[in-house]
């Protein structure tokens, strides 16, 4: 079945570690994305990519870091310079020049 | 599941009622728009897309309107079922930068 994946589903994190948020898609999409999603807000746009080995910051790209090596993985680390790590992040792709974006079941994030 | 939003405006509606959602956008560049829907504690999913030429686009029990005067979308859900409940966004793209900036969302609650 095509789809994308995040993993893991929930994740800790102590204090002043990075951690690292996978998310795979086998629907041969162009694009990828991360959002972080905090109570009573919409999704905010952390980092994205259009084609492989490229990708821009988002609107709160700060205390992130992604790669995009290969086409069907989109990694986003959350570094210790994420003032504020706790919430559920969203991973999406879509076709180079649609905007219909397909998410990935998410992953909640909390320091401990 | 996790509650994707504790403080979120919440529309709460009789089971086979007609729900309206609605959304303000603010930049009268964006062309294009989407509902997604969110269930508890998982990721976005497309409800229905239309573009800035159009008024109205339907889908199977869900139509969107589209005012540019007033910059405003709204989500019509016929015959709403318990199966509605969630947590509805609008999303925009702005310029055809073919990044989407969502709303904080509003959560639909469905009485049997």
């Known amino acids: 079945d095509g789809g994308i994946t995040q993993s893991p589903k929930y994740l800790f ?9 996978s998310c795979e898609q086998n629907l041969n999409h162009d694009a990828m994305y991360w959002y972080r999603q905090d109570p009573g807000q919409g999704l905010r746009l952390i980092y994205y990519s259009q084609i492989v080995n490229d990708f ?21 680390t959350v ?23 397909f998410f990935g079941q998410g992953t909640r994030l909390t320091v401990v | 599941g996790e509650s994707v939003g504790l403080h979120l405006p919440t529309l709460s509606v009789q089971e086979g009622d ?10 009268s560049a ?28 339907q889908g199977q029990r869900v139509t969107v309107l589209l005012n540019k005067t007033v910059k405003h ?17 609008c999303a925009e793209e702005r310029d055809s930068s073919y990044k989407l900036i969502f709303g904080s969302g509003t959560r639909l609650l469905v009485r049997p």
């Open chain 2, 73 to 89: 979308l709204s989500l019509q859900i016929a015959a709403t079922q318990p199966g509605d409940s969630a947590v509805y966004f």
């Open chain 1, 56 to 76: 821009q910051k988002g609107d709160i790209a700060e205390g992130y870091s992604v790669s995009r090596e290969k086409k069907e993985s989109f990694p986003l």
């Open chain 1, 79 to 101: 570094t210790s310079a994420q003032k504020n790590p706790t919430a559920f992040y969203l991973c999406a792709s879509s076709f180079q020049g649609d905007t219909e974006a």
């Open chain 2, 18 to 27: 007609n729900s309206i959602i609605n959304c303000a956008y603010s930049n």
């Open chain 1, 13 to 21: 994190r102590k204090e002043g570690q990075n951690v690292t948020l």
């Open chain 2, 30 to 57: 964006s062309d294009y728009f989407i509902w997604y829907k969110q269930e508890s504690g998982k990721g976005p999913q497309f409800i229905i897309d239309i573009r800035s030429n159009m008024d109205k686009r």
